[in-house]
């Protein structure tokens, strides 16, 4: 029988253009009371694609759904609720999830009762709700990126035989005290902000996530010491551009601030991602510089070496511009890792833009990278951008990039054979089972001989041996 709406509210892309002028409050997470209860003696499955701020949504909804009595469950037919948390970031993923959802159908019929969520940034599109509701009747919860804490009562929509549809165009307020289910017992994902102002013009983040909102500095100080107390080691802030934290608070603090705040409290290790070289300041090198439980390492995307090519991807900063603060980095932070995302065959991009793109590789020595081939994302403004170059020079220029970049990774590695670094543990290798894993103070892997007494310990390990992806050590008693 076909199944009715309890809600059916869709988003307009051109509402979500127009951007939301009133500044969001602040609310204190309260979950209905009426509510808690409604998942008892169920289970619920979360699968996360894409970033690490749809991990940290993942973990805030697998906090409210524990809270209304729902336990997780690792295998999918026994799975009560599904939910699919989606990514739109490029073409592929997204058709992975119709891929999954084509799957999941057979599942459900083998459990029947069986509920199926779909949010994250796919559902911030119309053209997919609508693909979605036509095609993927058996979905019965459709949510978008702004409204994730009204997820308890869409449950309690759903067990009422009926489905929802809500997608928000416009960005919501800011949602404190969320319940969180953390996936990891010593390294934690703290969001600081919102959103994304920077309008890139591949990218089609600010479309689904939103205008900048930041959280206050108190909230984001205070959730920092409840996790030092909870004996999390490390914790990283996230943000799609986490130097423009702040902006939009107008109280004249700033993410130089919050590093150096954060830099007091008794946890091991902070880390931050994502950077923006436009908005990367003197302020935070000198945070940075200031080391403590600031890590050595530094993510930040270049995208291109080339100012042509920078200024049609609406970057905002020279190639110039990006050395100079890498060079002023480096000089403060001696030795740190830097590492960054590169884009190529970006449209319109000559042989000569994409020369730039290697020299600049080689200036900064970048010690990893994630690099891809421009693909486009249909409602952003290089979508429309002509681009002639044919699929075998596209991937030639990614492979030559790549054999590149993996001669400093090894290069990167390979600076520390002989020295005594601080690995935080994380558990067995992923490569090798005898073996344990874990990162450095500089964000590179190392695998050494352990004992399960020492997962979530930050032990001092003599490196060996560098391979190109990993390191190889012996820990020192
Ligand atoms: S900074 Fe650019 S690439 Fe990053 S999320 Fe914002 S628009 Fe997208």
């Known amino acids: 029988m076909k199944k009715e709406y309890g809600i059916n509210v869709k988003p307009s892309l051109m509402q979500a253009r127009k951007r939301f002028q009133v500044k969001p409050q602040i609310i204190r997470y309260q979950v209905d009371s009426n509510l808690i209860g409604i998942g008892d003696g169920k289970t619920y499955m979360i699968k996360t694609y894409g970033c690490q701020g749809n991990l940290a949504d993942s973990e805030k909804m697998a906090g409210m759904l524990e809270q209304l009595g729902f336990k997780k469950t690792e295998a999918e037919e026994d799975a009560d609720f599904i939910l699919f948390n989606t990514c739109a970031i490029r073409e592929n993923a997204e058709n992975r999830i119709f891929g999954e959802l084509g799957r999941i159908k057979r599942v459900q019929k083998k459990h029947p009762g069986m509920i199926i969520g779909l949010c994250g940034c796919m559902m911030q599109e119309e053209k997919t709700i609508n693909a979605i509701t036509k095609k993927y009747p058996h979905v019965d919860i459709i949510f978008g990126t702004h409204n994730i804490t009204k997820l308890p009562q869409y449950i309690d929509i759903a067990l009422k035989n009926k489905k929802v549809l809500e997608v928000m165009s416009v960005e919501g307020d800011i949602y404190e005290d969320v319940p969180v289910v953390r996936d990891h017992p010593y390294k934690a994902w703290v969001d600081i902000m919102y959103g994304c ?44 551009n986490v130097n423009a934290y702040g902006k939009d608070l107008d109280i004249g603090y700033g993410f130089a601030d919050l590093l150096t705040d954060l830099n007091k409290l008794p946890i091991e290790r902070i880390r931050f991602t994502t950077s923006h070289p436009h908005d990367f300041d003197d302020a935070t090198i000198q945070a940075m510089a200031l080391g403590g439980n600031i890590m050595p390492h530094l993510h930040l995307p270049v995208q291109s070496g080339n100012n042509e090519v920078l200024k049609r991807m609406n970057r905002k900063y020279t190639k110039e511009e990006y050395l100079d603060k890498i060079n002023k980095l480096k000089k403060a932070v001696p030795g740190i ?46 979508a429309t951008y002509p681009n002639s170059l044919t699929e075998e020079e596209k991937k030639d220029r990614l492979y030559k990039l790549n054999e590149l970049i993996n001669e400093y990774f090894a290069k990167g590695y390979e600076r520390f054979v002989g020295e005594v670094v601080e690995v935080l543990v994380d558990g067995t290798s992923k490569q090798d089972e005898a ?16 004992k399960p007494e020492d997962i979530g310990k930050i032990l001092k390990v003599k490196v060996t041996k560098a391979f190109t992806w990993h390191l190889l050590g012996e820990v020192i008693r």
């Open 197 to 240: 102002d920077e309008f890139c013009t591949y990218c089609i983040v600010p479309y689904t996530r939103g205008k900048e909102r930041s959280r206050m500095p108190q909230d984001i100080i205070e959730e920092v010491k409840q996790l030092a107390l909870q004996g999390y080691k490390e914790v990283t802030l996230l943000g799609q």
């Open 337 to 382: 890792s830097i590492t960054t995302d590169i884009i190529v065959a970006f449209p319109g991009e000559t042989n000569e833009q994409y020369e730039d793109t290697l020299s600049l590789v080689k200036e900064v020595e970048f010690e990893g990278a994630y690099t891809f081939i421009y693909s486009p994302r249909e409602g952003t403004p290089a």
């Open 435 to 450: 073996m344990y894993s874990g990162y450095t103070k500089h964000n590179m892997l190392v695998n050494f001989e352990a």
